[in-house]
């Protein structure tokens, strides 16, 4: 019990162990040798963990050398027995990568690519899993900025060709630089977070969501302004219309939200942050999560001094 390497495996024996749950001629068991000398010492056990095979109709065991992932041992046991066991695997938000698709992946130039070199049995990695997980998930609606994972244990040549020696290695993959960078930075969601949103340009806060700047212009932040304490709103609002013509569709929506206060009143903007925020809590498409939390963003930069009704919606 006291067994590093024992507690390392424990959660991979266990995977084995409910891979095998309605299979009845398989049986995956344990022994604490340390209060099971006499066994230990019958089967020649002189190191923790050792895993023997005890096969159908055999009187002596054979000792098991494979890896110590619950893939290696799953594999072995199905090839010796026959048996159709399989590693349940829960869905992940993180790319997982090999050689036959790392460079359609990590070396697209319109991609940013975060890669974690790891190996299955390393115990740093595996701290590591459920945080990196976390990132997967904070940027998995963006689509040019990857979070991906390689089992170089696995991916020897993989692991080699980046100068991978120990695990787990992260590296970025930019878009100007597909030669690689090294990731020294910390190792919480929330170093991982920053470090992508600064390196592609993003906005992301854990779990997914957006900051309350995400979409924010500051020069049409300055224009909203203008708009809301000026007597001739319609000269600013023409402002708008030409600042925006060549930017991005949710940059236009500052021009937008003008026409409708020119149109339906300023008190247009409070509701309208209303019914965004009801749309919010419902369920909806991570794009569209993304789009109205945007427009909140941006009527927030707009004050609510207006007084005139307001019915219409966007």
């Given at each position: 019990?006291?067994?590093?390497?024992?507690?390392?495996?424990?959660?991979?024996?266990?995977?084995?162990?409910?891979?095998?749950?309605?299979?009845?001629?398989?049986?995956?068991?344990?022994?604490?040798?340390?209060?099971?000398?006499?066994?230990?010492?019958?089967?020649?056990?002189?190191?923790?963990?050792?895993?023997?095979?005890?096969?159908?109709?055999?009187?002596?065991?054979?000792?098991?050398?494979?890896?110590?992932?619950?893939?290696?041992?799953?594999?072995?046991?199905?090839?010796?027995?026959?048996?159709?066991?399989?590693?349940?695997?829960?869905?992940?938000?993180?790319?997982?990568?090999?050689?036959?698709?790392?460079?359609?992946?990590?070396?697209?130039?319109?991609?940013?690519?975060?890669?974690?070199?790891?190996?299955?049995?390393?115990?740093?990695?595996?701290?590591?899993?459920?945080?990196?997980?976390?990132?997967?998930?904070?940027?998995?609606?963006?689509?040019?900025?990857?979070?991906?994972?390689?089992?170089?244990?696995?991916?020897?040549?993989?692991?080699g060709r980046f100068g991978v020696t120990g695990f787990?290695?992260?590296?970025?993959?930019?878009?100007?630089?597909?030669?690689?960078?090294?990731?020294?930075?910390?190792?919480?969601?929330?170093?991982?977070?920053?470090?992508?949103?600064?390196?592609?340009?993003?906005?992301?806060?854990?779990?997914?969501?957006?900051?309350?700047?995400?979409?924010?212009?500051?020069?049409?932040?300055?224009?909203?302004?203008?708009?809301?304490?000026?007597?001739?709103?319609?000269?600013?609002?023409?402002?708008?219309?030409?600042?925006?013509?060549?930017m991005d569709k949710m940059a236009q929506y500052y021009?937008?939200?003008?026409?409708?206060?020119?149109?339906?009143?300023?008190?247009?903007?409070?509701?309208?942050?209303?019914?965004?925020?009801?749309?919010?809590?419902?369920?909806?498409?991570?794009?569209?999560?993304?789009?109205?939390?945007?427009?909140?963003?941006?009527?927030?930069?707009?004050?609510?001094?207006?007084?005139?009704?307001?019915?219409?919606?966007?």
């Amino acid at each position: 019990p006291w067994c590093g390497h024992c507690k390392a495996l424990a959660p991979e024996y266990e995977v084995v162990a409910d891979s095998y749950t309605r299979e009845n001629n398989v049986v995956i068991a344990k022994v604490d040798c340390t209060v099971e000398k006499d066994l230990a010492s019958r089967f020649g056990v002189t190191g923790y963990p050792t895993l023997k095979f005890f096969k159908k109709g055999a009187t002596e065991p054979e000792a098991y050398s494979g890896g110590r992932t619950a893939d290696d041992i799953v594999k072995f046991i199905n090839k010796e027995t026959g048996a159709r066991g399989f590693v349940k695997k829960a869905p992940s938000a993180v790319v997982q990568l090999d050689e036959s698709n790392f460079d359609a992946t990590a070396l697209d130039t319109t991609k940013d690519v975060l890669v974690e070199f790891y190996a299955p049995w390393c115990g740093h990695c595996k701290r590591l899993t459920p945080i990196y997980e976390e990132v997967g998930k904070t940027f998995k609606a963006d689509s040019n900025c990857v979070v991906a994972k390689v089992d170089a244990d696995s991916e020897k040549s993989l692991g080699g060709r980046f100068g991978v020696t120990g695990f787990p290695t992260i590296k970025f993959f930019p878009k100007d630089n597909k030669a690689g960078e090294a990731y020294s930075g910390g190792r919480t969601a929330e170093d991982f977070i920053t470090f992508l949103n600064e390196k592609c340009n993003l906005n992301r806060v854990a779990g997914g969501g957006l900051t309350d700047s995400a979409g924010r212009v500051p020069s049409l932040d300055a224009l909203a302004a203008k708009f809301m304490g000026s007597d001739d709103k319609a000269a600013v609002a023409e402002e708008a219309n030409t600042a925006t013509k060549d930017m991005d569709k949710m940059a236009q929506y500052y021009y937008k939200v003008m026409k409708k206060c020119i149109e339906k009143g300023t008190d247009f903007i409070a509701t309208e942050i209303d019914r965004l925020s009801r749309m919010l809590e419902g369920n909806i498409t991570d794009e569209k999560r993304d789009q109205f939390t945007i427009r909140k963003n941006i009527l927030a930069a707009f004050s609510t001094s207006g007084s005139d009704d307001a019915h219409s919606e966007l």
